[in-house]
């Protein structure tokens, strides 16, 4: 599945090259359409909420009815379609409507700020937007503030003033007479707009293309282990790029898709696995510490890939979930909004590793002077993909930052070792320095997360400029349940196990709740300035 091939000469690291089984340039849209054509009986989504299932037949039906209406809507290939909403029954073929149209979609979450939902929509100013019914007024609100008309249509439930789902649904068409519009250069036409992470900063809106959508899932083809149908599950909505992926996946390799509207909950998740003998489930490594936090943990018997992402699935995490999946594996995928799914740790794992280069993939690690290095040498993680991400909208020179010379800059530090095994150590942004030593938070978080008791962590710096260095801190959420975890357990672990450059010298601070983005990445931009405001509080000293 996953494998990490070396040129010594070129310095160069390479998934296994693998043939893609449909036209990668044609339309996307018209890929889905074809496959489910050939399986109309088959189930294509549950949804968790109502038991309401759509087969592959339905699913088509409602994505030309949806086509049909959009197309008399007077908007021309290229104009954008905003959505803002939950994973509910219609939206799947709201999705594959634009793309059979050539209209790019931009999906974010329905728990964006209205600030945050501005922002976005001031940049891909979209001529139609379909939301969820409960944030229509903050979505009316965001396109007033940038005097935009777009027509907004609501999924769910009416609401009185706003067109509603029901009436693209209502219009008459026989699907197999319906004629696809033809989408020129579906390489170079962008497919959806989605949001970069929004970790460290504002997200970019980084544009893909039919091609890249039809590239990124097949490489993953090889994941599935039986010849039972696949049945997925993340909580994620099509605002995050595994929210996409998941929803590609399921339908272009003939597979399940469980869907619900409601946000992460241990329980639930549990609940849905068995309930549904969900096969794949992707979710990050905090939402595998809260399932094991659950007093309603049960054997997740149909499971077989359990992958985590946005983060490491550490050893001491990874070896007690294992014992829940007597079927299965857990595994840790990397990737970007950029360059979709870059590697796996799939068949062969390694502590602290993401694993091995999933097919059709290229990786070089370089020097601030742009050198390539070798095996067991920290630098930035280049990558390039079969088909490049067509670049950040409206901005050429964060593109031209972004790709250069065919290689996408992830902004990631980290390594390959000498059997190929990847290694992500921090994003350059999140590096701290003391007296010239480069300190990495992750490393930090993988030591204080060794700790009973420590159920999430983040590391953070705040520079002292009469010092010259970043002054460390550590915010923990600890489980309540454990009175022998404090600040001086933690620093006595941490600082027995490092070097004097990366001491914990900001302290170790307890915390509720960390501020996160809606699949729940810390947002380390607002942890630095809570203690931001801890420093200027208090005098630190050596």
């Given at each position: 599945m996953s494998s990490s091939n070396y040129n010594e000469n070129d310095k160069i690291w390479s998934g296994e090259k693998q043939q893609i089984i449909y036209n990668s340039y044609m339309n996307a849209g018209q890929l889905i359409l074809n496959v489910l054509k050939n399986t109309p009986e088959r189930i294509a989504q549950i949804s968790a909420d109502t038991n309401s299932s759509l087969t592959c037949h339905e699913m088509r039906v409602r994505t030309v009815k949806i086509a049909k209406y959009l197309s008399s809507f007077g908007i021309k290939q290229g104009d954008v379609v905003g959505i803002v909403a939950s994973n509910t029954e219609h939206l799947a073929p709201v999705v594959f409507a634009c793309l059979v149209l050539g209209y790019p979609f931009n999906p974010l979450a329905p728990v964006m700020t209205e600030f945050d939902i501005t922002y976005m929509f001031s940049k891909t100013k979209p001529k139609l937007i379909i939301c969820d019914s409960t944030v229509v007024k903050i979505v009316q609100n965001a396109v007033d503030t940038i005097r935009n008309n777009a027509q907004i249509y609501t999924l769910i439930d009416k609401v009185e003033g706003y067109e509603f789902i029901d009436d693209m649904l209502c219009t008459e068409v026989d699907e197999t007479k319906f004629k696809l519009p033809h989408v020129e250069h579906a390489a170079n036409s962008i497919a959806i707009i989605l949001c970069s992470s929004g970790t460290t900063g504002l997200p970019k809106a980084v544009c893909k293309s039919h091609s890249q959508i039809i590239n990124m899932i097949f490489p993953l083809w090889n994941l599935k282990k039986s010849n039972e149908q696949e049945i997925f599950f993340n909580f994620s909505t099509l605002y995050w790029a595994t929210g996409v992926i998941f929803l590609f996946m399921s339908t272009l390799y003939g597979g399940r898709r469980i869907i619900t509207r409601r946000s992460f909950d241990p329980d639930l998740l549990i609940e849905i696995c068995n309930r549904y003998k969900v096969t794949t489930v992707l979710a990050p490594p905090s939402s595998i510490a809260g399932m094991l936090q659950s007093k309603n943990m049960k054997i997740l018997k149909s499971v077989e890939i359990f992958i985590g992402t946005g983060g490491i699935v550490g050893k001491q995490l990874c070896n007690a979930f294992a014992s829940y999946l007597p079927n299965g594996i857990i595994?840790?995928?990397?990737?970007?909004?950029?360059?979709?799914?870059?590697?796996?740790?799939?068949?062969?794992?390694?502590?602290?590793?993401?694993?091995?280069?999933?097919?059709?993939?290229?990786?070089?690690?370089?020097?601030?002077?742009?050198?390539?290095?070798?095996?067991?040498?920290k630098g930035e993680i280049c990558v390039k993909p079969k088909e490049l991400f067509l670049g950040y909208l409206h901005e050429p020179e964060m593109t031209k930052q972004g790709i250069k010379d065919g290689w996408i800059h992830s902004g990631d530090i980290g390594y390959f070792d000498e059997d190929g095994f990847l290694y992500v150590v921090d994003r350059i942004k999140d590096m701290l320095k003391f007296n010239s030593f480069q300190v990495y938070p992750s490393e930090l978080e993988t030591i204080v997360n060794e700790i009973d008791g420590v159920i999430a962590s983040c590391v953070v710096g705040v520079y002292e400029e009469h010092k010259g260095n970043d002054l460390i801190f550590a915010f923990i959420i600890k489980d309540p349940s454990n009175h022998e975890i404090t600040e001086e357990t933690v620093m006595s672990y941490v600082h027995g196990k490092v070097m004097h450059a990366k001491k914990l010298r900001g302290g170790v601070h307890f915390i509720d709740k960390f501020p996160t983005t809606p699949s729940g990445k810390i947002k380390r931009v607002e942890v630095k300035e809570i203690a931001q405001n801890i420093c200027n509080k208090m005098n630190f000293i050596d």
């Open positions: 595994c840790t995928a990397y990737g970007s909004s950029e360059a979709d799914f870059i590697s796996l740790s799939f068949n062969e794992q390694r502590e602290n590793s993401v694993g091995k280069l999933i097919p059709n993939i290229q990786i070089k690690i370089i020097d601030e002077a742009g050198n390539n290095l070798g095996p067991n040498i």
